[in-house]
């Protein structure tokens, strides 16, 4: 597998994109940023700042749309850039680090949340594919 890739994939009403990565970190991490370039635009160096969380679920797709979530909070309303993302799978959790950078930015539209409508999580060759479902 190639690195990390991101498509945006056509949708009636919501957003609907497919991510690739090589690890399931790097596949949270490659959607974390995408949701934030989508939302503000390419980053820009800005003040360092860590932002922890933990994520249920009784599988891996569970446990990435809850990623995908605590991801947009951090965007949306603490108004962060995630740059980068820290994964430590603990058989009934993830425990992430959020890597992120201040906005000056207001987002250019709103997305409320990762749904389970036609989700997908799966291996893909030497790595991961997703594909999610946003509903704006």
Known sequence: MSGPSVEFLDHTADLRVRFRAPTMEKLVETAARA???YLYGPPF?????EVRAVVDGGDGLARFVAALNEALFILQERRLHIRGVF??????NWKLTFLTERTAQSPSTE???ATYHEAVLRREGEGWLAEITFDL
């Open 35 to 37: 949701l934030g370039e």
């Open 45 to 49: 160096a800005g003040e360092d700042e």
């Open 87 to 92: 994964l430590r799978d603990d058989l009934t």
């Open 111 to 113: 997305i409320k949340a």
